[in-house]
């Protein structure tokens, strides 16, 4: 049975970084593209990145551009989000996905990421 | 990146069809066959509903269908019932080489 745990949400100030996690079992790892997509409660999904295979490609949406970084240790099975500069806008739930065929397959359960003074 | 324009709710009573629209540009949905719908009951994580524009991946009811003609995608329930009350979401590929998902749809059933 696929798998994925996220972990690491936290509740932290404008400006500071976080490191999100998102342990996968059930599945070969290295095998799968990977996203993270977010949700503010009560509103609609957002993609945030995706990351290929072996970590040599990666895209993000706009709003996280420059300040987020998507990698991955497939040695550990494990998908990161390192988030940096945040921001209030940044406040949502976290969702760890894996690809199928294009789109968003499997998730996670999500980690709640509460930017706020 | 603007999000995929959905109405923000759809209702029907059980046994009724409903449909549900997504639109996009041909940047996106018009312009590739990566379209997926998601369905979310509260407090849980989405769920794949549909993929590649028409195709259901195993173990979804038969009763969600897909389609898209021009820069609209829309999601048809069929035989509706009290466990497809859910929020819905559409998602599409885009030339940018992202994804864009839409604004989302509450379906209610009456």
């Known amino acids: 049975e696929v798998q994925l745990v996220e972990s690491g949400g936290a509740l932290l100030q404008p400006g500071g970084s976080l490191r999100l996690s998102c342990a996968a079992s059930?599945?070969?790892?290295?095998?799968?593209?990977m996203d993270w997509v977010r949700q503010v409660p009560g509103k609609g999904l957002v993609w945030v990145s995706r990351?290929?295979?072996?970590?040599?490609?990666?895209s993000y949406s706009d709003s996280v551009k420059g300040r987020f970084t998507i990698s991955r240790d497939n040695a550990k099975n494990t998908l990161y989000l390192q988030m940096n500069s945040l921001r209030a806008e940044d406040t949502a739930v976290y969702y760890c996905?894996?690809?199928?065929?294009?789109?968003?397959?499997?998730w996670g359960q999500g980690t709640l990421v509460t930017v706020s003074s | 990146q603007s999000a995929l324009t959905q109405p923000a709710s759809v209702s029907g009573s059980p046994g009724q069809s409903i449909t549900i629209s997504c639109t996009g540009t041909?940047?996106?949905?018009?312009?590739?066959?990566?379209v997926s719908w998601y369905q979310q009951h509260p407090g849980k994580a989405p769920k794949l509903m549909i993929y590649?524009?028409?195709n259901r991946p195993s173990g979804v009811s038969n009763r969600f269908s897909g389609s898209k003609s021009g820069n609209t995608a829309s999601l048809t329930i069929s035989g509706l019932q009290a466990e497809d009350e859910a929020d819905y979401h559409c998602?599409?590929?885009?030339?940018?080489?992202?994804?864009?998902f839409g604004t989302g749809t509450k379906v209610t059933v009456l």
């Open positions: 996905t894996r690809d199928f065929h294009s789109s968003q397959g499997n």
């Open positions: 059930g599945f070969t790892f290295s095998n799968y593209w």
């Open positions: 990351i290929n295979s072996d970590g040599t490609s990666t």
């Open positions: 041909s940047s996106d949905v018009g312009g590739y066959n990566y």
């Open positions: 590649g524009v028409s």
């Open positions: 998602s599409s590929y885009t030339s940018s080489s992202t994804y864009v």
